[in-house]
């Protein structure tokens, strides 16, 4: 999923002090949120990105020549206990996720082009109470893992029905199922 370093992060990596940042969208029923690996509120591509400095942490996102899915976990510590049930109650599932690898120069100026390191969909949460604080892991996983599960489809008018709402296209299967049909004769 990830595009080769060019143009201005890539000369980013050469320079004797790197600053690199990592930038994450989730795009939850409620709406979207952004979260970036430094302090304070970053303005990025038109959107303003939480900051959570120590608090957050992405697993190692890894990348094969292989056609498989590898996913990754984001990690965010030190959340108020009263707003886990926002994250309890909040269907994410299939909901996109997004991570990109940004540079800031010697200035602390976001250097244009972030690189898109991963684009996958959530998949599950794992809740950490701890009393005044808590944790919340997020397992996504990369768009891949799409082909592996089975398509549960019928040819039936109510399966139709429910992904083409007024298509009449499945609406005589059932009575073709034994019907008789004389070609090239009268009956």
Partial sequence: M???????PKAETFKSVVRPAL???????????????????LHWNGE????????????????????KAVGAR??????PSDLLTHMVGEPLQGRRALLW?????????????????????MDSVELRDGG????IALNVENRLADLSRARVRRYTDADQ??????DLGFS?????????????RNP
């Fill in 101 to 121: 690898l940004a540079f800031f120069d010697e200035d602390w100026v976001l250097v244009p082009e972030p690189v898109l390191l991963f684009r996958g969909f």
């Fill in 48 to 67: 303003d990105w939480l900051g959570t400095g120590t608090l957050g942490r992405v697993s190692t996102v890894t990348e094969t020549i292989d056609l």
């Fill in 74 to 79: 984001f990690e965010l510590s030190g959340i």
């Fill in 161 to 166: 029905q429910a992904e083409f709402p007024g």
């Fill in 132 to 135: 005044q604080t808590s944790s």
């Fill in 23 to 41: 930038l994450a969208e989730l795009q939850f029923a409620s709406g979207t949120s952004r979260a970036w690996s430094g302090i304070g509120t």
């Fill in 172 to 184: 005589f299967v059932a009575s073709m199922q034994d019907l008789q049909l004389l070609w090239g």
């Fill in 2 to 8: 990830t595009e080769r370093l060019s143009g201005s």
